[in-house]
């Protein structure tokens, strides 16, 4: 009786053994024990978000000056205050004109990143974001203060060509001026974006 229970262990021993080796070989699993085809152990994807080494770029297209400094002065406070290292700004004003000239923000929301990539590797960055800020005139509420919008659409390109993000985000806030309820817009479409890839 002895014999027989030790033999049924060990042809199940062999049997599970066989099914995983099988397993790994057809890329089912990991070698950890989940699966190795981007899905965790609970089938849902791991989400990607912008990694911590390095420096990281900033680029803000806005239809006048005051919305593109709104929008990234926001990124670069909420990037410090997560921990994130930031292109130093000498070095983040020469990545502008090297991305403006390459017009590489535009061809990144277009699905191309090659010249954002280029950018990245000439000036040493983990990662750069590019932001798209667009914004509607306030307009005065029931309340008598205003009313503004803003829309955010933020990619973020990584050295090894990983982009994150890339929805719309929206913002809307009011003020007891205009600037004021600009601000408050654009900060909170901006806070949206970045919770897509932190």
Do not use: W
């Amino acid at each position: 009786m002895l014999r027989r229970f030790v033999c049924i262990i060990i042809i199940l021993s062999v049997f599970t053994g066989t099914s995983e080796s099988a397993m790994l070989r057809r890329g089912k699993l990991s070698p950890g024990g989940g699966s190795s085809n981007g899905y965790d152990s609970q089938g849902a994807m791991p989400r990607r978000i912008l990694p911590k080494h390095g420096d990281i770029g900033v680029i803000v297209e806005a239809p006048d000056y005051m919305h593109q400094s709104a929008a990234e002065a926001m990124i670069i406070r909420e990037l410090v205050n997560h921990g994130y290292r930031v292109v130093d700004e000498q070095k983040m004003k020469r990545m502008k004109m090297a991305a403006a000239k390459a017009q590489a923000a535009r061809y990144a929301f277009e699905g191309n990143i090659a010249a954002l990539l280029k950018v990245n590797g000439h000036y040493s960055a983990a990662a750069t974001i590019v932001a798209r800020v667009r914004a509607s005139y306030p307009v005065r509420n029931p309340m008598g203060s205003l009313t503004a919008t803003a829309t955010v659409t933020l990619l973020a390109v990584t050295s090894r060509a990983t982009k994150l993000g890339g929805d719309v985000a929206q913002g809307k806030s009011i003020g007891y001026t205009a600037e004021e309820a600009m601000q408050n817009a654009i900060n909170n479409a901006v806070e949206q974006a970045l919770s897509q890839i932190f």
